[in-house]
């Protein structure tokens, strides 16, 4: 079976009703969004680049999240995997990734109504109306989705009533320029940089052992990087470790006694008698504008006190946050914020400048919505720019949008949210605060 045999094209009356929704990202947003379609008995696909679900997540498996259970799994998904037998693990016990893949979202991609629906190893490289590009206004809403595929060599057209991109943003990270451009001189040191959260004391351990490794980021995903290379730097002589940051002094989450988030609270303060300590090195103001190579060094070229000083090391570790991929939408009529590029009427709701994690209003298919009927961009990738999203928000963005797409106005418009009090985000807190 092809996907092209799950979405049938027909001329008829109505011809976005016998279509699928396609959910893009099978990781823990698109995967609660297949369970609340399921539940209402939704037809929909969903569509994961990596060769499993959560393949995202995986990747930094090894990292413990912030968030308890109780925070971490959504109520339909919940009763749904209760009626095979499953058992929900200790409320206030805080899993790594790889143990929310393992002990949540696995299970719920093996639930019957969703498993025969997820397609992995296929990327979605754009999305349009069938027909139109974004100029064109007739009939548009009446008008099937295309999304378009790629699967192993195949490029291949998929038509949908709906889409929910759900893919996230951990594979579009900022880059390290301090301007927002691309590195200059990037390629040149392509292989000695790694992505944000780095298995460093595990499968990534030889990258780092015995070598001089600068993370470049304010935020709690280079917290997490520097706290594991001090630990490494204990066993592996000739290893140490540089926090390269571009302002005055390490901006990151202020620990607060009323933080629910209990390991997220003490990571700054980690991180501080670390540095006291000596394993850290600090190096703060320092903009960067281009990378070279230097024999077998890597040197980062930049501004630090209206001066050009350059910091020279072997591996670069790049946790400077991350952005939304916009390229393959396009051709979809998007109404984004001009600074956090979140959908606009979100975007006032989790101003980084403003709100922490546990202070963002519920909110659901109304602050999502788009001029382009029927699109969503939901979870992490909803909030842009801004580091201040919690899973248990992105569940019930997911829960309003799954009702207003199958006709239940009530359910879709009365959302609510019980978040963990928090600490004040940093707006600098790039990796993420939650």
Same mark, same amino acid.
């Given at each position: 079976m092809t996907l092209l045999d799950l979405t049938p094209r027909v001329v008829a009356a109505d011809r976005l009703a016998p279509l699928p929704v396609v959910i893009v990202g099978a990781g823990p947003i698109g995967l609660v969004a297949a369970a609340h379609l399921a539940d209402r008995g939704a037809e929909f696909v969903v569509l994961e680049v990596g060769d499993s679900i959560a393949a995202s997540v995986r990747s930094w498996g090894h990292t413990r999240l912030f968030s308890p259970w109780r925070h971490l799994v959504d109520p339909v998904s919940r009763r749904l995997l209760e009626a095979t037998g499953w058992r929900m693990p200790e409320p206030d016990g805080a899993p790594t990734g790889a143990q929310l893949v393992a002990d949540y979202l696995e299970p719920l991609s093996?639930?019957?109504?969703?498993?025969?629906?997820?397609?992995?190893?296929?990327?979605?490289?754009?999305?349009?109306?069938?027909?139109?590009?974004?100029?064109?206004?007739?009939?548009?809403?009446?008008?099937?989705?295309?999304?378009?595929?790629?699967?192993?060599?195949?490029?291949?057209?998929?038509?949908?009533?709906?889409?929910?991109?759900?893919?996230?943003?951990?594979?579009?990270?900022?880059?390290?320029?301090?301007?927002?451009?691309?590195?200059?001189?990037?390629?040149?040191?392509?292989?000695?940089?790694?992505h944000a959260l780095p298995d460093v004391l595990g499968r990534d351990r030889a990258t780092f052992a015995g070598r001089r490794t600068t993370v470049v980021g304010a935020g709690h995903s280079a917290a997490n990087t520097l706290l594991a290379l001090a630990d490494l730097a204990r066993d592996e002589p000739g290893t140490e470790v540089t926090w390269l940051i571009r302002?005055?002094?390490?901006?990151?989450?202020?620990?607060?006694?009323?933080?629910?988030?209990? &390991?997220?609270?003490? #990571?700054?303060? *980690?991180? !501080?008698?670390?540095?006291?300590?000596?394993?850290?090195? $600090? =190096?703060?103001?320092?903009?960067?504008?281009?990378?070279?190579?230097?024999? &077998?060094?890597?040197? #980062?070229?930049? *501004?630090? !006190?209206?001066?050009?000083?350059?910091?020279?090391?072997? $591996? =670069?570790?790049?946790?400077?946050?991350?952005r939304p991929d916009l390229g393959i939408l396009r051709e979809v009529r998007l109404e984004l914020d001009d600074i956090v590029e979140a959908p606009r009427r979100l975007a006032p709701l989790i101003d980084p400048n403003v709100?922490?994690?546990?202070?963002?209003?519920?909110?659901?298919?109304?602050?999502?919505?788009?001029?382009?009927?029927?699109?969503?961009?939901?979870?992490?990738?909803?909030?842009?720019?801004?580091?201040t999203f919690l899973l248990a928000t992105g569940f019930e963005q997911v829960r309003s949008v799954a009702a207003w797409l199958e006709g239940d106005v009530a359910s879709a418009s009365q959302v609510e949210l019980v978040l963990p009090a928090t600490g004040v985000c940093s707006t600098d807190a790039a990796g993420g605060c939650c």
């Open positions: 093996r639930l019957e109504a969703i498993a025969t629906r997820v397609r992995t190893g296929v990327e979605v490289i754009g999305v349009a109306r069938e027909g139109m590009d974004r100029t064109r206004t007739r009939a548009r809403a009446q008008t099937p989705f295309v999304v378009r595929v790629r699967v192993g060599g195949d490029v291949e057209e998929l038509s949908a009533r709906a889409v929910i991109d759900a893919s996230g943003t951990y594979r579009s990270p900022n880059p390290l320029s301090s301007n927002g451009l691309g590195l200059l001189g990037f390629d040149e040191i392509a292989d000695a940089v790694t302002n005055a002094q390490a901006a990151r989450v202020t620990a607060s006694p009323d933080d629910e988030l209990a &390991d997220r609270a003490k #990571l700054g303060s *980690r991180v !501080d008698r670390a540095i006291a300590a000596g394993r850290i090195a $600090v =190096v703060d103001g320092f903009e960067v504008v281009r990378a070279r190579r230097a024999g &077998d060094e890597v040197e #980062l070229v930049g *501004r630090r !006190d209206a001066e050009q000083v350059t910091h020279a090391t072997d $591996v =670069v570790v790049n946790a400077t946050g991350f709100h922490s994690c546990g202070t963002v209003e519920p909110h659901g298919f109304r602050e999502l919505t788009h001029p382009e009927q029927g699109f969503f961009i939901v979870g992490m990738k909803s909030y842009g720019r801004a580091p």
